[in-house]
């Protein structure tokens, strides 16, 4: 079993002996591999903002708290420095990168050029089934909204975009999108615990929607980009380009 973390400081350990029966706990072997899992856990807690900039994550303090051993950790770590959310000095240890905020930014702006080339291309090929399949999706989302379900519409929102990768049929464009899945996964939920985000954000994947459905591939295209990088200046408060 593996907790995973959530709203746990590595400085909170105490608590969180206290708190495991309540943590939520996945048996690993049904979903993915202990690294993955790890290292998702991980890459969450540093793009929400959990564990800050400059913070020092130690192993066998994570080890404790997520009940694994140090080597799942570690190779964690490792694919975590190569993202640039952590860094590991020589006899000191692993901190969170300072710089993290800034590969957060540049992983979003990535995505948008991506994904916004992927909605022009689904405005030119959309088939009469996957403009239904976009409608009723867009419908389950607005209902979730009504609801307050935040929760369930970072899903929802994450299947919208996986409509329209579909809908591109461009095997190279999801390949990259697939790449930076757990990243952009860790940033909605962030995106998405701000209450105004759940609103801005559903408005512009009805501006996307209405244009992939109206085969309009240079506005469908504009208006995904456009709120790509406006959640990230939201988020991230930082100047997008």
């Known amino acids: ?98 710089l993290a905020e800034t590969s957060i930014q540049e992983v979003q702006m990535l995505r948008a050029s991506i994904e916004g080339l992927c909605a022009k291309l689904a405005a030119v090929k959309l088939t009469e089934e996957q403009a239904e399949q976009l409608s009723e999706q867009i419908n389950y989302m607005e209902q979730l909204l009504s609801e307050n379900k935040a929760e369930q519409l970072v899903e929802e929102n994450t299947k919208f975009h996986q409509l329209i990768r579909e809908a591109a049929s461009n095997p190279m464009i999801s390949q990259i999108l697939e790449n930076i899945s757990s990243f952009d996964q860790a940033f909605r939920k962030r995106a998405l615990m701000e209450k105004n985000e759940l ?22 295209e504009a208006v995904t980009k456009q709120h790509i990088l406006r959640t990230a200046h939201d988020v991230l408060n930082v100047k997008m380009k």
């Open 199 to 220: 609103y801005d954000g559903f408005n512009e994947h009805k501006q996307i929607y209405e244009a992939i459905i109206s085969k309009n591939p240079d506005q469908a």
């Open 1 to 98: 079993m593996i907790c995973l973390i959530y709203d746990i400081s590595v400085n909170e350990l105490g608590e969180v002996k206290e708190m495991s029966e309540s943590l939520f706990s996945i048996k690993t072997e049904q979903i993915k591999s202990l690294r993955d899992v790890v290292l998702e856990s991980l890459r969450e807690a540093i793009v929400t903002g959990r564990f800050k900039p400059g913070e020092h994550l130690k192993e066998r303090e994570l080890a404790e708290i997520m009940g694994v051993s140090t080597t799942p950790i570690k190779e964690a770590f490792r694919m975590l420095g190569y993202e640039g959310l952590v860094e590991t000095i020589p006899r000191k240890g692993t901190f969170v990168s300072e």
